[in-house]
């Protein structure tokens, strides 16, 4: 039996395709990579892909070859570029299901070469430039040797240069100028080694968001996409929608006299006599619990109520006060019902990380519901 239906995440393709549209107003003209890497930031990757197909982005970005396989097997068929360091065993397949590869460096470059003469296949590749990020890719102040070694490699055709920014988030930092600056020096040299340029890409939320010079040919939003945006403030540029909701189900009942405690540790006692109802959702969820004793709330018939005592690998109790709940009861534990909202910024506050962290880190086999409405 599949306790899995107890919990469930809604998708509302209408807030998705709002978002894309409220992003293109900050890059009119440009590309759009729509970045579906860690299932979707948790939204789940083939529906959240086709969604943004449906409306036209130009581009997919994942993080690991197996999720590009995993779109092509679902029949999707537009771009998608591997941002991530594809190992030189994984190249064959990529090839075969036409995915676009990240090329890191001139070590990179020779092991792709070596992995792909058995197949005879070209390899449509993006040069990946470390422009101050310092995760991967080649430094940006000697990546002329690197051009050169990939325009001669017979085996790419090369279809893109890009960069990822290190401060975005902080609108006005100078630092983000300084890594325009560094890949404007790059891409000089690319024109000046081959007579042309590639596409060129730079530009995450943050970028997309407050430095404009960032855009050059592509722009590559993730997180704004779900509704997330990077900073508070953004929301005077943006006017963004929550795309994710996540449900729960009451499982069990039952009546407290003021003083009994509930849960691991004898974290929270009664202050009255009151009801209690367990749910059926926890850290093993992707529910963390350090949300424990934050005086987070869920929404139950409209109404909001606190979660009480620690939050457990698969359970969470919530005092629902004076109302007994029936069991199966519905429980938004991120999403809108009536007039109250638990948004999944407040959530990433009170565990002290990144909305994305919260929605990437729901449990993949949490069923996920495309909805759209026209
Ligand atoms: C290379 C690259 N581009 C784009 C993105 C999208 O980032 P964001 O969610 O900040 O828009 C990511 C995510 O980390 C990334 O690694």
């Given at each position: 039996m599949d306790h899995s239906h107890h919990t469930s995440i809604t998708i509302d393709l209408n807030a998705l395709r709002h978002n894309l549209k409220e992003i293109r107003k900050l890059a009119p003209g440009k590309k759009v990579m729509g970045i579906v890497k860690k299932n979707a930031y948790g939204h789940g990757l083939v529906g959240a892909a086709k969604g943004l197909v449906s409306e036209g982005v130009d581009y997919l970005g994942v993080i690991y070859p197996e999720e590009g396989i995993t779109l092509r097997e679902a029949g999707v068929t537009c771009p998608i570029l591997v941002l991530g360091a594809t190992l030189p065993e994984d190249l064959p397949q990529c090839l075969e299901h036409d995915l676009e590869l990240a090329i890191l460096s001139i070590d990179h470059l020779h092991e792709m070469e070596k992995a792909v003469s058995a197949t005879k296949l070209k390899a449509k590749v993006h040069l990946k430039i470390d422009t101050g990020m310092g995760r991967i890719g080649s430094a940006w102040h000697s990546s002329g040797a690197f051009i050169s070694e990939t325009l001669s490699a017979d085996f790419v055709e090369i279809k893109g240069i890009f960069t990822h920014l290190a401060c975005a988030d902080l609108p006005g930092d100078s630092f983000?100028?300084?890594?325009?600056?560094?890949?404007?020096?790059?891409?000089?040299?690319?024109?000046?080694?081959?007579?042309?340029?590639?596409?060129?890409?730079?530009?995450?939320?943050?970028?997309?968001?407050?430095?404009?010079?960032?855009?050059?040919?592509?722009?590559?939003?993730?997180?704004?996409?779900?509704?997330?945006?990077?900073?508070?403030?953004?929301?005077?540029?943006?006017?963004?929608?929550?795309?994710?909701?996540?449900?729960?189900?009451?499982?069990?009942?039952?009546?407290?006299?003021?003083?009994?405690?509930?849960?691991?540790?004898?974290?929270?006692?009664?202050?009255?006599?009151?009801?209690?109802?367990?749910?059926?959702?926890?850290?093993?969820?992707?529910y963390s619990r350090k949300l424990t004793g934050k005086g987070v709330r869920v929404i139950v018939n409209g109404q909001s109520m606190p979660i009480v005592g620690s939050v457990c690998m698969d359970q969470i109790m919530i005092d629902t006060g004076e109302t007994p709940l029936a069991i199966g009861t519905q429980v938004v534990v991120i999403g809108k019902e009536g007039n109250h909202e638990v948004h999944v910024h407040e959530l990433a506050d009170l565990q002290a990380t990144v909305p994305d962290d919260v929605l990437s880190g729901l449990n993949w086999h949490i069923p996920r519901t495309f909805l759209k409405t026209t």
């Open positions: 983000s100028s300084e890594q325009v600056r560094r890949f404007e020096i790059v891409l000089k040299q690319f024109e000046d080694l081959a007579g042309w340029r590639p596409m060129a890409h730079m530009a995450a939320s943050g970028g997309i968001l407050h430095y404009p010079e960032t855009h050059f040919d592509m722009i590559r939003p993730g997180h704004l996409l779900y509704g997330v945006l990077p900073d508070t403030g953004a929301d005077q540029i943006l006017d963004l929608q929550p795309v994710l909701s996540l449900y729960t189900k009451v499982v069990f009942v039952k009546k407290i006299k003021k003083g009994e405690t509930v849960g691991y540790g004898n974290k929270w006692a009664a202050p009255k006599d009151t009801h209690i109802a367990t749910i059926a959702l926890g850290y093993g969820d992707g």
